[in-house]
């Protein structure tokens, strides 16, 4: 191909080759091909060149980082210091002084990559300059995005090509299963992620509601608790609810229960049960209150409906301790005590479900105990914020992050002190932030009298006070079995103070905490217990 074709405003004394940013035609297609064949790089499906274009486009005419960001991603970008830029440039975006006539402002983008970082690892003010001044004109931008995507489409088919030799030359792997990976593979690599516009008319709306029509009551996933479940309509992607109460009302185990209810459904529900056979739904759970081994502890007793100290000592059922253990051995339910930054929060988050969702779960749930718990470092906040404001901050981040990802969010809230045992809280009574019951799609009280120490259930109201689209004020009797931590609607829970009759039996002459141990426990485990745990580890 002639370097003129490729160049119309190009001179004989300019070839292609020395100019680091060509503008390839626009409405071609041949040139991803010819135009870029020769050019020098350590890998042929990479182009450092029109990547540095593409950034500089940017930073002349700031506008255009939407459309670049809905044709590239971080991911699609070979140099990390372009990516690191990238991230930078997003950041930014819409702060007072991040633009300077049309065009992005260096100093605000050199601040934003002080502030985490990578200000030296991108090559400072210099490198930014260099991607402002050596590209004339971002009219190309289209061009260059396209360029890139096409690269790292085909980047991340080779590696699918790699993978797919080696499952290949597998005898033990069925040719079927390579197959069916295979073709997975591929597509997700040639389409290069989920694109998703960021308009959309509201035509192409209502379109897609009318091919709802009928399934809106089974979009959310389902709650345990009948009544609440149907008041809410489930868990819906882009939603945020909050269970707020008290100390001692329950919040933790409630969460807890309706993280095992989603990722382990067919332990937590008995045979029959309309959910019994719901897929698993992996969750993510981010314990500040309680450390792992004993949130696990509660799980497990919550499903056998014994005492976490049973559970401890190993004196249970032997046969139901080791079915429930072979489900929740697999289920996806992870608990994180170590990370306490609503940032990093965020971005383990972030990973979670788009690795779950890349895996093939439709749905994926997050669920953060408790919001006060949480350090607002690493987020944008104002100088010298308060405390309200730095809660109000990790408030709004969690709102952003559920519509963006498409996923709900269940955060734990205290309540000021000032609120009465035996009295519904009110919205504003949330601690420490205002800007909670805004932020909310569904906010949930739990409260009632304290019982007295001896007792084996608490009876607990919880009350809807807000729901987004839907009636407020709904108040659902609850009963909370306060050894296993179990809650049941009170019209479906025993009655009295024994172990309800749908669930699996203790061993008998164990309804209460025995004082010893088991030393049979660790014998009748399955054999091959320990090798799955270690496995998991690694």
Not at 210 to 237: C, F, Q, S, T
Not at 325 to 336: C, N, S
Request: negative net charge; glycine residues 6%.
């Amino acid at each position: 191909m002639d370097d003129l074709d490729l160049f119309p405003d190009a001179t004989p004394a300019a070839p292609a080759n020395d100019d680091p940013f060509p503008a390839p035609r626009d409405g071609a297609t041949e040139w991803v091909a010819e135009a870029w064949r020769d050019r020098p790089s350590a890998d042929a499906l990479t182009d450092p060149g029109a990547e540095m274009a593409l950034l500089g486009a940017v930073m002349l005419d700031y506008s255009l980082l939407a459309d670049a960001c809905a044709r590239v991603g971080r991911e699609d970008l070979s140099d990390p210091r372009l990516a690191t830029v990238l991230d930078a440039l997003v950041a930014i975006d819409g702060k007072p002084g991040a633009t300077d006539r049309g065009a992005v402002s260096v100093p605000a983008l050199c601040n934003e990559l002080r502030r985490v970082g990578q200000y030296h690892a991108v090559g400072g003010a210099q490198f930014l300059e260099e991607l402002t001044n050596r590209l004339p004109t971002a009219v190309h931008m289209h061009s260059y995005a396209a360029l890139i995507a096409d690269l790292a489409a085909r980047r991340r088919l080779r590696t699918a090509g790699h993978a797919l030799a080696k499952r290949a030359a597998d005898a033990h792997t069925p040719v079927d299963v390579v197959t069916d990976r295979a073709l997975r593979e591929v597509e997700h690599a040639g389409k290069g992620g989920l694109k998703v516009e960021s308009q959309v008319s509201v035509g192409a709306s209502l379109a897609r509601l009318a091919d709802r029509v009928g399934e809106v009551e089974a979009r959310g996933l389902p709650l345990p608790w009948p009544m609440i479940d149907r008041a809410i309509r489930g868990l819906r992607g882009g939603k945020t609810i909050y269970i707020a109460a008290k100390t001692s009302m329950g919040k933790s185990s409630l969460a807890r229960n309706l993280a095992t209810a989603l990722a382990a459904p067919s332990v937590y529900y008995r045979e029959g049960d309309e959910h019994f056979t719901d897929a698993p739904v992996p969750v993510l759970f981010f314990s500040l209150e309680m450390p792992t081994d004993e949130n696990a502890a509660q799980v497990m007793a919550s499903v056998l409906q014994c005492s976490g100290a049973d559970v401890e000592r190993g004196t249970v059922d032997m046969d139901a301790y080791c079915a429930a253990l072979r489900v929740l051995k697999g289920a996806l339910l992870t608990f994180d005590d170590a990370t306490d930054s609503a940032a990093q929060m965020l971005a383990l988050a972030r990973q979670f479900v788009r690795k779950h969702k890349r895996a093939g779960a439709k749905q994926a749930v997050v669920m953060v105990d408790y919001l006060q718990l949480c350090d607002p470092f690493g987020l944008q906040l104002e100088k010298n914020p308060t405390r309200e404001r730095m809660v109000a901050v990790m408030s709004r981040e969690w709102k952003r992050f559920a519509v963006r990802e498409n996923v709900p969010v269940v955060i734990l809230s205290q309540l000021n002190r000032d609120c009465a045992d035996e009295e519904c809280p009110k919205l504003n009574q949330l601690r420490e932030s205002g800007s909670v019951e805004q932020d909310a799609d569904v906010v949930m009280f739990l409260w009632g009298k304290l019982p007295d120490g001896g007792a084996l259930t608490q009876d607990i109201t919880c009350t809807l006070a807000k729901i987004r689209g839907g009636p407020r004020g709904v108040a659902v009797p609850l009963t909370f079995h306060r050894a296993s931590t179990r809650f049941y609607e009170a019209t479906t829970a025993a009655l009295d103070a024994s172990i309800p009759d749908n669930v699996r039996p203790l061993r008998p002459g164990t309804q209460r905490a025995s004082h010893d141990h088991d030393p049979r426990f660790r014998d009748t485990l399955p054999d091959d217990f320990y090798d799955a745990v270690n496995d998991d580890a690694q």
